[in-house]
């Protein structure tokens, strides 16, 4: 059951355009939002998050938009870099207490010199 | 520096053997996970624990066993290693309500 979906599944963007990743959830009970980069050979890192009360989360070059109505957030990646060439993973996290994540599939990124 | 240590960092086993693999953090979290990556799956959660000597399924642990003998070491056990089990496992820790730090994996092929 994929509870957690990301789209699209590969994506090339030229340097320096803005790369959009985009996610959804079927879960209501998900109040939190992590998104991960990986890079080949590495195990995820934590990149930036969001929780459902916000509606927008910003650090530098990245920014999480969230519509809570819609189940749905995308990642925004300005003035894309070859460095951010990686693996973004979208995660889920609910009220339960477990500390438990739910993760989509994930996107790759290219970014082209 | 907060750090979760993986051990081996891969490890070719034969099918029907027995596998451990093993997790140390020096984070003092009281969460640690175990997860599964595979091509197109993301990562899927095996077992985690919040408190030493206690352990947690997950949403796929079929096939697997974790040990947590202490709040700084988790282990993932394969009792009968299958083709199937050949993936890429992460370990991570937290504290409550916090996003999970991640080791750098142990890659593991039953042949």
């Known amino acids: 059951q994929q509870q957690v979906r990301q789209s699209p599944q590969s994506l090339t963007v030229w340097e320096g355009e803005t790369a959009i990743l985009n996610c959804s959830y079927e879960?209501?009970?998900?109040?939190?939002f992590p998104w991960y980069q990986q890079f080949p050979g590495e195990g995820p890192a934590l990149l930036i998050s969001?929780?459902?009360?916000?509606d927008k989360k910003e650090d530098g070059r990245f920014t999480i938009f969230f519509n809570k109505r819609e189940k749905k957030l995308s990642l925004h990646i300005t003035d894309s870099q070859p460095g951010d060439s990686a693996t973004y993973f979208c995660?889920?996290?609910?009220?339960?207490?477990?500390?438990?994540?739910?993760f989509g599939q994930g996107t790759v990124l290219s970014v082209i010199p | 520096e907060a750090a979760v240590t993986q051990s081996p960092r891969s490890k070719v086993a034969v099918t029907g053997g027995k596998v451990t693999l093993s997790c140390h953090q020096t984070?003092?979290?009281?969460?640690m996970y175990w997860y599964r990556q595979d091509t197109g799956h993301g990562l899927r959660l095996i077992h985690y624990?919040?408190?030493?000597?206690?352990?947690e399924k997950g949403d796929i642990p079929d096939g697997y066993k974790a040990s947590r003998p202490s709040q700084e070491n988790f282990s993932l056990i394969l009792e009968l290693a299958s083709l199937s089990q050949t993936a890429v496992y992460f370990c991570?820790?937290?504290?409550?309500?916090?996003?999970?730090?991640f080791g750098e994996g142990t890659r593991l092929s039953v042949l």
């Open positions: 995660a889920a996290r609910d009220t339960g207490g477990n500390n438990k994540l739910t």
């Open positions: 984070n003092n979290h009281d969460y």
């Open positions: 879960d209501s009970t998900f109040n939190y």
């Open positions: 969001i929780r459902s009360v916000s």
């Open positions: 624990s919040y408190v030493a000597d206690s352990t």
């Open positions: 991570a820790s937290s504290s409550i309500n916090q996003a999970p730090l």
